[in-house]
């Protein structure tokens, strides 16, 4: 398993691995099918965050295939430009493996070279694994978002967490 920036020729790839994650995970904002993932959209997103010094998006690969991404989305005003935010998405048969270990590992060396400072995320408050995860690499939770997102007929909290570098 390897860790790596994303290509633009990982375009098509990438949109087949964000629908794949958004259908098989309960607690991504996107539901299965709410949007319509098109390669040359994640090809324009790709190129737009390789033009941004602080914004990214790291790939895990497992032989030929991606089984993991996590973007992190810079600030773009100069007052917040040391900070990136953080969304990570790994395929079902991959998770609790250490992918998110492995992605969250090269992103922190990723951001000591291009100058981030805090890197932020929020999780639903119920994602045992994904609150383990960061707490393990880190993370301290600074507040709840109460209500925040609206999943199978029910309001669920999400904590806002954080890690200084």
């Known amino acids: ?9 990982d375009a098509e790839n990438l949109a087949v691995l964000i ?11 996107w539901e299965e099918g709410e949007r319509n993932i098109q390669p040359e959209n994640q090809l324009k997103m790709i190129e737009s965050m390789m033009n941004n010094e602080n914004s990214t998006i790291l790939v895990a690969e497992d ?4 089984v993991g991404y996590l973007l992190v989305i810079g600030g773009n005003a100069r007052r917040n430009r040391h900070s990136g935010y953080i969304v990570i998405g790994i395929l079902k048969d991959f998770r ?18 291009h100058n981030l400072r805090r890197l932020e995320l929020t999780v639903i408050t119920r994602n045992e694994a994904g609150l383990s ?11 709840t ?13 999400e904590y806002y967490m954080s890690k200084l570098l």
């Not at 032989?63 to 991606?66: E, I, R, S, W």
């Not at 960061?134 to 507040?143: D, R, S, V």
């Open 63 to 66: 032989g030929n295939m991606l």
């Open 19 to 29: 629908q794949e994650v958004e259908g098989s995970s309960q607690y991504m904002l």
């Open 96 to 113: 609790g493996k250490g992918v998110g270990t492995l992605l969250l590992e090269e992103l922190e060396q990723w951001a000591f070279k």
């Open 133 to 143: 995860l960061y707490k393990k690499m880190g993370f301290e939770i600074e507040g």
């Open 145 to 157: 978002k109460r209500d925040s997102l609206f999943i199978d007929g029910e309001y669920l909290d």
């Open 1 to 9: 398993m390897i860790v790596r920036e994303i290509k633009t020729s």
